[in-house]
């Protein structure tokens, strides 16, 4: 399909261009069908004029109606009444009632404990530029609240970037490279369930003879479309992309000319760094033999027509930065920069969302909020509960005031059982604002209802590749429910910031969306991208040839102006310049390890993006249960059959999920989803209540893969609290006829149970 593609509209609809907002690399184009007579979206589909999305949409998106149009969302404004945390009650109250109660509490929390002692916290729930970080940061700018810093995904990976290349990137992205490229590498990237958009141009490319090279300690939907899997053990990475450069260094296959002209420190990394990581110590450290390591380096300075994407799990380690920029400096060593399809990246959201003009955006101006003191959102746990801070230092206040958007934080941060106990605090203040009714609204004294992608205005960039997207709203807003930015400014207006002199506070969302789009002086991308050609047609490529983006001809946005294989900036913070491998903490060679032996991962969902899409019925259904990925070794020892219902622990916490022994599974090693509902879980907490608030080595990332536990059968006393809880075998069979997703399923007492002995194993026997 192509731009000229002509989409038939049937009498009495109309079809509406609509860009995915939530946390995904591909962010795609969607057209949705609307009833125009009811005013009701009836159909979505991909857009088959996008040059990435090419007309389909991936299992979660597929079922955006039944997101939209899901009787657990939050419609209405509600208080609670009566105490806070699971089971929690709450009554329907006016917008008014609950934006003055949110705001005079903001206002007596400022006059008794100050400006800093409220706080907010927020992430990536959806990522449209308007909603994720413009009037709510006017807002708490002028209020000059306390300061978050949104560390807990990408900061590793991104601070390698910027450490390395700058704010700069390949011309192309993964579906443009697999076009070209010759050798295709996916390091942590399983792009079947995170990046579905990919998959088809990888089968091209393959289909051409590109050979397609996966790097990742489990077997994935990925991994089994790969020409050559490779499973190093989790957090040695950056140990394996050492011994690959001395490798290539040892048998002349480096681009001596690109290192002279381009980087900085060459010499010295291959003189001084590399020596140390020869193929067997490689070998010992990964577990990959070391024929493969030299195999695929071999392979890789072969041609500079090859591409690694890597992927965001491989920066929630301990040793983290490191490895990604051990990682990103292979294409430096080759030289594979100066073929269109080369290079190496996690992603394009440095210059796609921080190459624009955020004081405008932002307005700093607004307050001296930048001397206000920040927590990072990882440690939000220590921060609520126990009044700490940066580098654990005491708060002088405490937090007196939450306020909760975009995020789950019951869920999604690391040490969440401390997380829940701070919110737990009677003297905390917490407001929420979300779609659905999430685990966090429990701990809320007022939930505020979110609006969903058809009933907004916003502009997504997105960060996989170099397309932005324009969405306008389809439906009118559900019950009461409010999209960020309006939320913000009635907010505003409440606190009296509103100043007629400034439109601050008034600027409307497609205001905003045009000074975006006219930024083009701060950010090459956006230069010939005009407004209303991208409202008309949905999506617009940003402007990858700008010359200010000639990096190789016109220097590298880094310091030195050279791709910086050592970096002064690092150097100064007390970190190695240059990129080493060192042992993670909590990782394969922690002597932790012998009282919990296996490292858990927490892998992406296939069917859910962190904690959205949980509350879609058939998609719940699809997932089923919490799961353990197990190997047959460790299952064996622990006399865990497949399906078996098993307690996850270590010295931090515990939470429960039923066995699926995996082949290939590299022993010691265990995974399970990750933000999976605690609520959905037996015990009420997920596998972050194992992890801690350790920061990565650089880039104060989370170190969720930085976690030992131990694995064990639940008890019988487990398996019949569970039965008990249901109301026994009665109750659980009743259960289930009330379950709307099963509203269509004719079966038998007889046949449910047997269905229940699978899903839940050993739960009734």
């Known amino acids: 399909m192509n731009a000229n593609t002509k989409i038939e509209v049937k009498e009495g609809y109309s079809v509406h261009h609509v860009v995915c907002p939530h946390d995904c690399p591909d962010s795609c184009s969607m057209l949705v069908t609307k009833d125009d007579k009811t005013g009701k979206a ?4 991909g857009d088959p004029t996008h040059p990435i999305t090419r007309g389909h949409l991936c299992n979660k998106v597929n079922h955006y109606l039944d997101y939209v149009y899901n009787d657990n969302r939050v419609l209405y404004p509600h208080k609670r009444v009566g105490p806070k945390g699971p089971g929690a009650k709450f009554e329907r109250i006016s917008w008014d009632e609950a934006l003055d109660t949110i705001t005079d509490n903001f206002k007596e929390t400022i006059e008794k404990y100050g400006s800093e002692s409220v706080q907010p916290y927020s992430y990536s729930g959806t990522m449209g530029m308007v909603g994720y970080w413009t009037m709510d940061t006017r807002f708490w700018n002028k209020m000059e609240a306390a300061r978050l810093e949104q560390s807990i995904c990408i900061f590793a990976a991104m601070w390698a970037g ?3 290349y700058g704010m700069a990137h390949a011309d192309t992205s993964i579906h443009e490279a697999a076009q070209e490229a010759d050798l295709i590498i996916l390091w942590g990237a399983n792009l079947v369930s995170t990046g579905v958009h990919a998959i088809p141009f990888l089968r091209e490319a393959k289909e051409r003879g590109a050979k397609l090279v996966v790097i990742d300690p489990r077997e994935t939907r990925t991994t089994m479309m790969a020409d050559w899997h490779i499973q190093p053990r989790p957090g040695t990475d950056a140990a394996m992309a050492l011994a690959m450069m001395k490798v290539i260094v040892d048998k002349n296959m480096h681009d001596v000319e690109f290192l002279e002209e381009q980087t900085l420190g060459w010499k010295a990394f291959i003189e001084n760094q590399l020596p ?3 193929l067997e110590k490689a070998e010992e450290i990964t577990g990959v033999p070391a024929s493969e390591i030299e195999k695929l380096a071999i392979e890789y300075g072969s041609t500079k027509k090859s591409v690694i994407r890597a992927n965001y799990g491989l920066n929630r380690h301990q040793n983290s930065g490191q490895t990604c920029r051990a990682i990103l400096t292979l294409p430096a060593i080759t030289g594979s920069w100066r073929e269109k399809c080369g290079g190496a990246g996690f992603g394009n959201l440095e210059e796609m969302w921080l190459r624009h003009n955020l004081e405008k955006l932002h307005r700093p101006d607004l307050g001296d909020r930048a001397s206000k003191r920040q927590i990072s959102m990882v440690q939000l746990g220590s921060a609520l509960r126990d009044h700490l801070g940066e580098q654990g230092k005491p708060f002088a206040k405490p937090i007196k005031s939450l306020f909760v958007y975009n995020s789950d934080p019951a869920n999604c941060t690391p040490n969440s059982k401390t997380v829940r106990e701070g919110m737990m605090r009677d003297d905390l203040f917490m407001a929420v604002h979300d779609t659905f009714w999430s685990d966090t609204c429990q701990y809320a004294d007022i939930v505020l209802p979110a609006d969903t992608q058809l009933e907004r205005m916003d502009l997504v960039a997105t960060y996989g590749n170099w397309y932005f997207g324009m969405n306008e709203p389809v439906i009118e807003p559900l019950g009461e429910s409010l999209r960020n930015s309006e939320l913000f400014r009635k907010l505003a207006d409440k606190m009296g910031y509103v100043d007629p002199e400034d439109n601050a506070f008034t600027q409307t969302d497609e205001e905003i969306i045009r000074d975006i789009l006219v930024d083009g002086e701060a950010n090459p991308l956006m230069e010939g991208i005009d407004y209303e050609e991208l409202k008309k047609n949905g999506w617009a490529r940003a ?10 001809n016109k220097g590298w946005p880094t310091p ?15 970190i190695d310049p240059m990129p080493s491998y060192v042992a993670e903490i909590e990782g394969q060679d922690d002597p932790k390890r012998e009282q919990f032996p296996l490292q858990i991962l927490s892998c992406a969902s296939h069917h859910f993006i962190g904690d959205s899409f949980q509350q879609v019925p058939r998609l719940q259904a699809m997932m089923s249960r919490p799961t ?3 190997s047959p070794k460790d299952a064996k020892k622990r006399n865990i059959q497949d399906g078996q219902l098993c307690r996850i622990y270590n010295d931090r916490g515990e939470t429960y999920a039923h066995a699926v022994i995996i082949e290939k599974l590299l022993p010691g090693v265990c995974n399970t989803q990750k933000q999976f509902k605690g609520s959905n879980t037996y015990g009420g907490v997920n596998v972050n209540a194992l992890n801690s608030e350790m920061l990565t080595d650089f880039g104060n990332s989370p170190t969720f893969y930085s976690c030992l536990v131990e694995v064990e059968l639940a008890t019988d006393e487990v398996r019949k609290d569970i039965l008990k809880r249901w109301g026994g075998v009665e109750g659980y069979i009743k259960r289930w006829r009330e379950d ?10 007889e046949e449910i149970l047997e269905a229940a002995k699978k899903v839940h194993t050993g739960v009734f026997e």
């Open 42 to 45: 009836i159909r979505v589909q």
């Open 162 to 164: 910027l450490h390395t």
């Open 276 to 278: 140390e990581y020869t």
């Open 543 to 552: 402007n990858t040839s700008s010359s200010r983006r000639d990096f190789l």
């Open 560 to 574: 030195s102006g050279k791709i910086e294989i050592y970096s002064a900036t690092l150097k100064d913070q007390g």
């Open 628 to 630: 353990l990925e197990i």
């Open 740 to 749: 709307p997703r099963n509203k269509d399923i004719e079966a038998t007492d």
